[in-house]
């Protein structure tokens, strides 16, 4: 018993009960994840809006100061793509020819003599290709 004594144990009282020292119930790793999967998941609610409209936006100001205001974001543009390209499956084989000649599906802009030979190639009637040759001739 006087050994009991003498040990430095029994002779320290703590005012903190032991129940608070025991580790919390979720560890900080999982605690971390917890805040991020939060995080992504507002941030990704934040970026859809209405009926699946994309409001694409930068998380960095200073990139977003760069960047013009109409920026796209990669994926809205390659569903732009395969819709472009899914819609193009149903034309005829000479369009498809005249797009994949032209590079037009290489998110180019379309130069006069390119719209001439796609409106030439879909056999636009003679009062719309007159339409479209006095558009040309402003920009000409």
Same mark, same amino acid.
């Given at each position: 018993?006087?050994?009991? =004594?003498?040990? +430095?144990?029994?002779?320290?009282?703590?005012?903190?009960?032991? #129940?608070?020292?025991?580790?919390?119930?979720?560890?900080?790793?999982?605690? !971390?994840?917890? !805040? &991020?999967?939060?995080?992504?998941?507002?941030?990704?609610?934040?970026?859809?809006?209405?009926?699946? =409209?994309?409001?694409?936006?930068?998380?960095?100001?200073?990139?977003?100061?760069?960047? +013009?205001?109409?920026?796209?974001?990669?994926?809205?543009?390659?569903?732009?793509?395969?819709?472009?390209?899914?819609?193009?499956?149903?034309? #005829?084989?000479?369009?498809? &020819? =005249?797009?994949?000649? !032209?590079?037009?599906?290489?998110?180019? /802009?379309?130069?006069?003599?390119?719209?001439?030979?796609?409106?030439? /190639? &879909?056999?636009?009637?003679?009062?719309?290709?007159?339409?479209?040759? =006095?558009?040309?001739?402003?920009?000409?």
């Amino acid at each position: 018993m006087a050994a009991a =004594q003498n040990s +430095p144990v029994a002779e320290c009282k703590s005012p903190i009960p032991m #129940s608070s020292l025991e580790p919390d119930p979720i560890h900080e790793a999982s605690a !971390r994840k917890i !805040r &991020v999967r939060a995080k992504r998941s507002a941030d990704h609610a934040a970026k859809y809006k209405g009926a699946g =409209q994309l409001l694409a936006s930068r998380h960095s100001e200073r990139l977003r100061a760069k960047e +013009p205001a109409h920026y796209v974001d990669m994926s809205t543009k390659a569903s732009r793509l395969k819709s472009l390209k899914d819609e193009l499956a149903n034309c #005829s084989k000479e369009l498809k &020819v =005249q797009v994949k000649r !032209r590079g037009l599906l290489r998110n180019r /802009t379309l130069n006069a003599a390119d719209l001439r030979a796609l409106a030439g /190639t &879909v056999a636009l009637s003679a009062t719309a290709t007159a339409e479209l040759e =006095q558009v040309l001739g402003h920009y000409a």
